[in-house]
């Protein structure tokens, strides 16, 4: 199981969603041989806005993931007028499905429930990732692979990856 802790207003989260989530893990979950679950770490309100928006009744999270990540810029404004018409284009949603989104006080706390449970497994960074329950921190591996082009195979996030897969974790 891999369970990695994201906030929308990341940059950092956004390359790993880029660069890792979409092009190796997703297809090991398609293949069935990793899970993937993804939690909340709210570093701020448009953190919670945008994470309402994506887990909104009816809306694929994944597809909704790669469409928020991809309009990250739009919605990095501290205007809310301009936050809420940025995550509404990117999903194509009205402002009427989007604001109910948004009043969904069981989500939210169930979201925020998310961001707790991270400070009490001493998350305070984004993307942390957990493989089988072990924490590894990103940043290094993505910043070696944006640098040098490769996919760092020394990394400890691809040495338990391969673990998980190979069965030997």
Known sequence: VIVEYASWTCPHCKTFHDQYLTPVILPLVDEGLVRFVTRDLLRNWIDLRVSMAARCD??????????????????LINDPETVNRAIADALEMDAQTLEACFNDNEKAQWIVERTQEAGSLGVNSTPTVFVNGNRYALTQAMILHIFFGNWCPGSDIHWALGLWVSGAA
């Open 58 to 75: 009816g809306v694929d999270f994944m597809d909704a993931s790669n469409r928020l990540y991809g309009a990250q810029s739009t919605y």
